[in-house]
């Protein structure tokens, strides 16, 4: 609510916040209260998704340009909200010129061809799942990042926290970049951000030391990238202190001192909980990902939802009839001789548009299940937890699942690629387990199945849960020097046929089928213990 009273007092010199919540009382609760900060004065606008430029940066109004005979402007949506702010429903889903269009506003403060004023605040709703986010160039241009997920409605209705009071900082700029600095954070915007916010809060004094660390936990907390490091290490020994004295006359110039702990802890506990462990951990940072809620994007030319318009052949492709008549109508009184019909319209072939068409492409996980042995019964219920797991996204994502066993003297495709749930459980529940481990086999079996999505449009990963130890060649005779080199063959054509895959070492003591994902050029996680929800992160994150 803090972030929300100062965005509504500066929302162009703040940018504006990514907001991290799906549709619901809580996001709701905060839209309303910013729009009631905002006042009923200044522009409050909402972003269709697939905004055309002709919308966003202003252009031609057909209608009106046909009535008149002339060319009539209309205003685009960023020079409407000027003075206001902008709510982007999806902004997981922003194509990247419309992030760059906006950005370049952000940064400019004005839009479209005859540089419209346009001084608003952009808030992004990201609505996305697992590594989807905002693109990265856009939400560096924002001071907040707000994550409303996991509060109730109630949440909201306490006091709003503001900084204590205290004495006037010496040096806001340097401390907060110091703070900057200490979480890892190299982007120049966000002190810069964080100074707009402390001076606000400080309400056109000097910022105090209180609210610099009250900006920072609300601007620089939220995009850590590391934690900060430990003190430094004890003072050089004298001789080395006098070689490395500054001369007499640089005696009074001094860096400043950085952030003591009580500062660097107090941002430190504004980190958001998942973000703090992953930095804890070492894991990655959440970033932008090419694939959407339904699978990767890839732009073809007849069919999929239109992204757009371009000059072009309609014959070849579809007309986009609007974006035509809007190109020629500025030129109709040009191109009309005397006598003329006004109402006839001159069309020539650089008016001409088609639509840009782009369709989803599907992400279809084949899971390559090692059902020998005796721990068979083990792995295969981890393996159903995994498939049903994310057949249980799929109606929401549109992807499918695909199961290879191998066990004995071969493998079989037990699975189809699907996103029937019924289906996938039936296929499941017979799946019998132990006899030798014919791991290039089903390896082979995987390969078919994958590159047989391939070429149907969709986009395969591979994911393999075995131990490595294969005993059984692609023959189905015995031998364990001829079957882990077959094993080793196999796991080298997925990495030639350039599919992303993952290998889960489903040995007791791991490190068994290490060779098996360095082969395969997979990621490899060594995993005696897994479960569904396990295997269906990692393999969400391959994505």
Not at 57 to 83: H, K, N, Y
Not at 184 to 195: C, D, K, V
Not at 256 to 277: F, K, Q, S, T, Y
Request: hydrophobic share 45%; glycine share 12%.
């Amino acid at each position: 609510m803090l972030a929300a009273r100062l965005l509504a007092a500066d929302p162009h010199g703040l940018g504006g916040a990514v907001v991290r919540a799906g549709p619901g009382p809580v996001r709701d609760r905060w839209l309303d209260r910013l729009r009631e900060a905002l006042g009923p004065d200044r522009p409050w606008r909402r972003m269709p998704p697939g905004i055309g430029d002709e919308r966003l940066l202003g252009g031609i109004d057909l209608a009106a340009t046909l009535s008149a005979g002339r060319p009539v402007a209309q205003a685009g949506l960023l020079a409407e909200a000027e003075g206001g702010v902008i709510v982007v429903p999806m902004a997981e889903r922003l194509e990247p010129g419309t992030a760059a269009r906006l950005a370049a506003a952000l940064d400019t403060g004005r839009a479209g061809p005859d540089g419209a004023p346009a001084r608003f605040g952009l808030i992004l709703l990201d609505e996305g799942e697992g590594d989807e986010a905002v693109p990265a160039a856009l939400a560096d241009r924002l001071a907040f990042r707000l994550d409303l997920r996991g509060l109730r409605a109630s949440d909201a209705d306490g006091t709003e926290p503001s900084p204590t009071a205290g004495a006037a900082e010496a040096d806001a700029v340097a401390l907060l970049c110091t703070i900057a600095d200490a979480f890892g954070i190299a982007s120049p915007r966000a002190p810069i951000l964080a100074l707009r916010a402390a001076r606000m809060l400080a309400e056109g004094a000097e910022p105090s030391d209180s609210a610099a660390v009250a900006a920072a936990r609300l601007v620089l907390a939220p995009r850590a990238e590391r934690l900060p490091q430990p003190a430094e290490a004890p003072p050089p020994p004298p001789e080395e202190a006098e070689r490395s004295s500054p001369p007499p006359d640089e005696g009074d110039r001094q860096d400043p001192a950085p952030p003591d702990d009580v500062v660097l802890d107090a941002v430190r506990a504004a980190i958001p909980p998942g973000l703090l462990e992953a930095l804890m951990t070492g894991g990655p940072r959440r970033s932008q990902s090419k694939a959407g809620r339904g699978g990767r994007e890839e732009a073809v030319a007849r069919t999929g939802r239109p992204v757009g318009s371009r000059p072009g052949d309609p014959r070849r492709h579809r007309l986009d009839l609007l974006a035509t008549l809007r190109a020629a109508a500025p030129w109709q009184r040009l191109r009309r001789g005397e006598g003329d019909d006004a109402s006839r319209l001159h069309i020539r072939r650089d008016d001409l548009r088609i639509r840009k068409l782009r369709r989803r492409v599907e992400t279809t996980t084949v899971f390559c299940v090692d059902a020998s042995g005796s721990a068979a019964l083990e792995r295969l219920a981890e393996a159903k937890g995994a498939v049903e797991a994310l057949l249980a996204e799929a109606y929401v994502r549109r992807d499918r699942v695909a199961l290879v066993a191998f066990r004995g003297r071969g493998a079989d495709l037990v699975l189809p690629p699907t996103r029937s749930l019924t289906r996938a459980k039936r296929g499941l529940a017979g799946l019998p387990g132990g006899g030798g481990t014919p791991l290039a086999s089903g390896l082979d079996a995987a390969l078919a199945v994958a590159l047989g999505v391939r070429r149907g449009g969709g986009q395969p990963v591979v994911v393999v849960l075995t131990d490595g130890r294969a005993n059984v060649a692609r023959d189905g005779e015995g031998g364990r020097a001829r079957a882990g080199e077959e094993a080793l063959s196999a796991a080298r054509a997925i990495r030639l046929a350039g599919l992303p895959a993952l290998v889960v070492d489903t040995g007791a003591r791991g490190g068994g089928a290490s060779a098996v994902a360095e082969a395969m050029a997979a990621r490899y996680l060594a995993l005696p213990r897994i479960d569904g929800g396990m295997i269906g992160a990692a393999v969400k994150a391959m994505r």
